[in-house]
């Protein structure tokens, strides 16, 4: 086992997440979001592995996370989207990767108007999350922009509150989002994240564009879809310590233990996207036992409670799960009060990535 925390990516588990958003979201095409490196899982092995799957159009947040996979995107004939807009890059550095804009504001498509000669970008509506996105004053002028050098392939909103179906927000969105886009001619159109690709026929349009639910993290609160887990970060016991009643561990001394027993000092920490907050809240899964975390997270080390276990001695130099098949990253989000996806995009640092063909990572 690796000295490092690890983290093991099963590419066939990504690729069955993907056929399964598919399944739900057909006859609309089925695009991946890889901002962020893939949510942390690497964006490269992943949108190899998509673009062998049959996906066809990606979105990034950053020009510079799409300029590594572009060529071998296009090259296959898929699109390139990045989703900031063109922001504070010069649209030329866009045209030569060959990557398109969503453009997110009136600025931005009289940007795209003047300068890409043509070439094409899609475009983001604001529809009620008030985050990127054209208000509904500027589609006029966007509209005649259309006739004036601005070549738009596709038009887009974004839900606020998919994760939550019964929310009247997803309806009132989707209404102002079917009106608006129609007044951009017959061009594609797309709605749905991971949530919105369960909210119904209705809301996938032409292409969905989910990120969340490629990862194995459950996108829809209440429901459970039948994901497979493509991740298994770990890191190595570094010593087991048998400790007795009154014992304090670590900084600030936050836990004592109130009887005998046996803890496992595990080799990561916050700086390795172990968050402190999992202090005396989160678990780890080391050999079928679910083991609390105990005192606080340090930078790179935390303890774990294995006094349940039947042979702690046994378990030094053996590999601790921290997210992965046994105990997801939903678990620990609960656990630590943050979102599944702040988890994934945390793990960095010195973690080690391994991708791997293997479906389930047991
Ligand atoms: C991040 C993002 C997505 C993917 O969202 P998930 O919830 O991860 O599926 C889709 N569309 C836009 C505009 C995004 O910013």
Known sequence: MSARPCLTIDLDAIAANFRL?????????????IK????????GP????????????FFFAHLAEAVDLGPEIRQ????????NGTGLYPAADFLQAGILPVLNTLEEARLWAREAKGTPAALHLDTGMNRLGLPARDDETVRNLMGDGLNLIHVMSHPACADEPDRLENRTQLTRFTERAARFGDITKSFANSAGCFLGPEFQFDLSRPGLALYGAQPVTGRHIPLSIPYRFEAPVLQVRRFSAGDSFGYGGTHTAKAGGFSATIGAGYADGVPRCLSNRGHVWLHGLKAPIIGRVSMDTFVADISAHPDPESLVHTCAQIYGPDLTVDDQAASAGLS???LLTRIGGRTERIHVNQLALR
């Open 76 to 83: 296959a004939g898929g699109t390139v989207f990045v989703l």
């Open 36 to 43: 962020a490196d893939a949510y942390g899982l690497g964006a």
């Open 21 to 33: 958003l598919q399944k739900t979201v057909t006859p609309a095409e089925c695009s991946a979001v």
């Open 46 to 57: 992943i949108g190899r592995r998509l673009l062998a799957q049959g996906c066809r159009t």
């Open 340 to 342: 599944a996806y702040e």
